[in-house]
């Protein structure tokens, strides 16, 4: 019998990611990327944050961060295995706090986080230079938390282009306006914020939220961070997120300007001088790059991963946890198309499912190629897809 065919569309980490997980599990992928690395994916900071990012009114969310996070050591194994290191980094995340009113606003973050059973614990000001000599004298408080890691985004894209070199993907360039008329048996349609221009079904449901963010070097002997750093500074958010290059990712703003990556002036000073606050060397770097990415936020603030009628499955909405949820996504995805693979958590992949909107529910999900019927037999293999 023939591999199933896929056609999957989108080179950002959502879609390298199923590329690959479906490959290893014996189909036959194309991807389809008219512009290889210029997608939010390269924006973004890497963090894998699903304790920071965590709200009460998504309990759904951050249980699929927290497993997510589990599948992130044996995820950026397998692709250290292709010889380029993700910059996989388990050191943790300091959240810090400027002024009185922002420890204030930590101090109700971790109460709400600790009725959620999550690990982290409140720091003095004196404590937080203790583990970060680097951040300024004025930080009066802050939270540590464990359980919050990072990658480096811009070798984990490398990564896995190399993987899916290995295991044999075919990639293809061109501008894709009607996915309907590709030869494939099932296609992914993960094109972040442009996910929607590719199905109709989408329509309303998802939409482009611009980032900024900066990119300095530290001198040789400039005092760096350690770990990741996130800041309230007078109640707004700044993140910093070091390399062990000396590289440092400052971002990140957050507007709704529809599909514009300008970088506009006013972001990048607002992310300087708020950073600056925290970290007073950042003085001493170099500047080296400014950017602005969309991201695909859902209406409701949850991916959609799933079938959204016939052979057609999107993997898009992520957000700012994109990077954080790629294993999980290619789980799902994988699963549903050949069967394959650990079955996803019941609740997490319900939760992502695109038919929670009736306007993407189309056909049923039980017509998915990867869905079993009454014998137990993934729908694929009725056809005998392949060439």
Known sequence: M???RVAVVGGGVIGLSCAWQL????????????DPAQGASRIAAGMLAPITEAHPTEPALLAAGRRAVDAWPAFAADLTSTGIDPGYRTTGTLVAGYSADDVAALDELAARLATLGLDVERLTGTACRRSEPALAPGVRGGLSVPGDHSVDNRALLRALWAALEVVGVHVVTDTVEAPLTLDADVMVLAAGAWTPRLTPTLAGLVRPVRGENVRL??????????????????????????????ELVVGATQDEV???RTVTAGGVHRLLTDARRVLPSID?????????????M??????????????????TGHGRNGILLAPLTAAIITHLV????HTPDAAVAGAFAPDRFPAAAGTSRATGPGEADAAGVPRAAHRGGGR
């Open 2 to 4: 023939s591999a199933v």
């Open 23 to 34: 490959a290893r599990a014996g189909a036959d992928v194309t991807l389809i990327e008219p």
């Open 217 to 246: 070097v530290a001198g040789r002997h400039t005092p760096v961070l350690t770990r990741t750093v996130r800041a309230l500074v007078d109640g707004r958010g700044v993140y910093l997120v070091p390399r062990t290059t000396g």
């Open 258 to 260: 529809g599909f514009d």
């Open 284 to 296: 001493e770097y170099a500047l080296v790059e400014t950017s602005a990415g969309l991201r695909p």
């Open 298 to 315: 859902s209406t409701d603030g949850a991916p959609l991963v799933g079938w959204v009628g016939g052979d057609t499955l999107v993997a």
């Open 338 to 341: 050949t069967g394959a693979g």
